[in-house]
């Protein structure tokens, strides 16, 4: 039996605003999304209790909050809180798989603190977060990362929710459907329409039932019901893409104004690829319409590549691939396919490599 921990900030980005500033403590403030076509990439509580919440417009989050401050993000700062935070996470166990810049799974069934508890070594890391960094943590914790993730907001903010293993096929019967992790918006809609409000609900169906109606996800859905769900820690988590994107202040028509657009993203690429240390083999342009409509083009090539020329070259042919159906909102371009991915089996054969999978006893 596992024991896992899923530890997620609180607001991080505007509560490092708020730390760091403390005139901003206390009131509604949002990170990003003061232009007209800006978006809120994070808001304080006090701007939730207006309705505020990232990926919002500016404009809309304005509307719900007219004392709303915005900040501008400073992701340099936020990088280097996320890092100290991290630093008290190996302290306990090497097993650490980050999400993001604020969410990461610890797996502490073994640690290094010989404690068997993971409930109190969550407490213990939400005290030296707050006492190193002066922010405030929630944690899960439970038998697999599924539970943990989703026992992480149930006492938000700054606290935690420990979900026993005897407790596990409970807490799951008597879950919304919407707080299941992977059930999204439209997914739930979905499943309200198809008599499915909670985890009962859900668990009365059989997976071919599932299948059915969701596809691929069915089977997911089916095991995580069951507090079934296998995937391990990893805490070598690869990148998978690398990109930027711009959202205009006025819609763009002109293909030419686009290149020039395209030009300056290609260089943000180029910077991130370089830090990054990756190269990679697939481009991917991506375009929102006027009217919100979104399009991906993708053009995948034999090498890897990493300068901003032979991205953008790329871009150009996917921009030009087919005429534009209306004026363009944003505008981004994404690398994948990078060479940190895992080899297939096919290229394992042709190298002749031998690969060994280390495995852990618990």
Known sequence: MRKIIHIDMDAFYASVEQ??????????????????????????????KFGVRSAMSGVIARRNCPELIFVKPRFERYREVSLQIRSIFFEYTDLVEPLSLDEAYLDVTENKMGNPSATMIAREIRDKIREKTGLNASAGISINKFIAKVA????????QKTVNPEEVLEFLEQLEIRKFYGVGKVTAEKMYRLGIFTGKDLKSKSEEYLADHFGKHGPYYYNVVRGI??????????????????????????????????????????????????????????????????????????????????ILEMAKDLLYQEKMKDSVRLLGISLSNLNTDKPSVKEKEEKKEVVVQLKFDF
Do not use: C
Request: proline residues 3%; positive net charge.
């Open 19 to 48: 730390h760091d500033n403390p005139e901003l403590r206390g009131k509604p403030i949002a990170v990003g999304g003061s232009s007209q076509r800006g978006v809120v990439s994070a808001a304080s509580y006090e701007a939730r």
């Open 152 to 159: 992480s907001d149930i006492n938000k903010p700054n606290g």
């Open 229 to 310: 769900h296998e995937s391990e820690v990893k805490p070598n988590r690869m990148r998978k893409s690398l990109g930027a994107e711009r959202t205009f202040s006025e819609n763009i028509s002109s293909e030419v104004f686009m290149l020039e657009k395209l030009t300056n993203i290609a260089e943000e690429i180029e910077r991130r690829l370089q830090k990054s240390k990756v190269a990679g083999k697939t481009v991917t342009l991506k375009i929102k319409y006027s009217d919100f409509t979104l399009q991906t083009r993708s053009k995948t090539i034999s090498y890897f590549i990493s300068s901003k020329d032979l």
